[in-house]
């Protein structure tokens, strides 16, 4: 949850940064506390496993209605989750190592098949069923 003291702290990202709002801020840090209770491992996590964390959060979080919801906040691709996590190293409030670059997150994952396909209905068959077959005699 934002408080004003967190508020305070990402102020000078907004200002540096304007292209995310506070709100896309605060989701990632949940989805990075999300994604490292998930591992059970109090320790750093790739790129890809804070992909996957954030995809599994923000579904939980907005349903079907997260794909409108990151694109509101301008978050249109993986590469924008990375931009907001190297903003918040860059200001001191994530850590990183040595090996981590924000190339790890440019080829994450397709945000169509993240989080629309898994609320699209499952198809009964392999033939699509016609109306006229349902109200045969």
């Avoid at 392999?126 to 077959?133: F, G, H, I, Q, R």
Wanted: one cysteine or more; a negative charge.
């Amino acid at each position: 949850m934002k408080n004003p003291n967190t508020e305070n702290l990402i102020e000078p990202i907004l200002k540096r940064d304007p292209r995310y709002p506070a709100e896309a801020y605060f989701f990632i840090r949940e989805a990075l506390a999300h994604t490292v209770r998930r591992l059970n491992k109090p320790r750093h996590i790739s790129g890809q496993e804070l992909l996957d964390g954030i995809r599994e959060y923000a579904l939980t979080e907005f349903g079907p209605l997260t794909k409108r919801v990151l694109s509101e906040w301008g978050i249109n691709e993986c590469i924008d989750f990375g931009h907001i996590v190297f903003n918040l190293v860059s200001e001191g409030l994530l850590g990183k190592t040595d090996n981590d670059s924000i190339d790890d997150f440019a080829n994450g994952y397709d945000f169509t098949e993240a989080f629309i396909l898994p609320f699209r209905p499952k198809t009964l068959g392999a033939e699509p069923v016609s109306l006229d077959s349902l109200f045969k005699d």
